[in-house]
């Protein structure tokens, strides 16, 4: 076999093994790879230049999709490709928000790592006004700076908030983070004044037994908070 027979034989055998090795393109969109957590589907779409970046209707994009479904393996396969870590939908979420709401720490964490810039603190006071109360989330953000005894421009704290709310395991999560229970808000209400104004005995119940004390600078019906017990 002549010299340029092996050659022409070499540069075929390359040519055949480099064929072999591409992937197919996808078989299914983007988004459906994403909520399968379909990895071959995905990388294909990575191999085959899909804008791994593109939004839906809604503004959401493949990463706030495996945010939502915890799907951490899928999330790093994203951001390693060069998915934004900070983009946002357009009710104003981002992948880091979505992902504590449904409690998955680990995927946040991920994303923190990938860059996300997310304000701690408006973070926690989003969750709490979403009536959010997963213990690993809200200890999640309280780990990394976020504090449960902060103000919003109202005065108010997450712990006013969640008693306004009427949310009793909420309540309990944040004082289990230190929240303050005998802290002011720009009213002077105490939680427990908020919670005796709402006649909110679920939670009267667990701030009295907690030990949390009503200002006393605070006029009230007196009948209201004598006979606030059923």
Known sequence: MSLVRVLVALVLSVLLLGACGEPPPPTISLYRAVRDGDLDQIKRHVHWGTDIDQADSRGERPLHAAARRGRLIVA???LKNGAD???????GETPLRIALTEGKTQLADRLLVAGATDDRQVLLFALVRAGVDDRD???FLAERGASVTAEDRFGATPLHIAVSDGRRLLTKRLIDLGADMDVSDATGRTPLDIAIENGDRPIIDLLERLGARTNPQIPRDEARFENRAP
């Not at 870590?85 to 009710?91: M, S």
Request: proline content about 8%; charged content about 25%; overall charge positive.
């Open 76 to 78: 790093r396969e994203l």
């Open 85 to 91: 870590p900070n983009a946002t939908n357009r009710a």
């Open 137 to 139: 989330s809200l200890a």
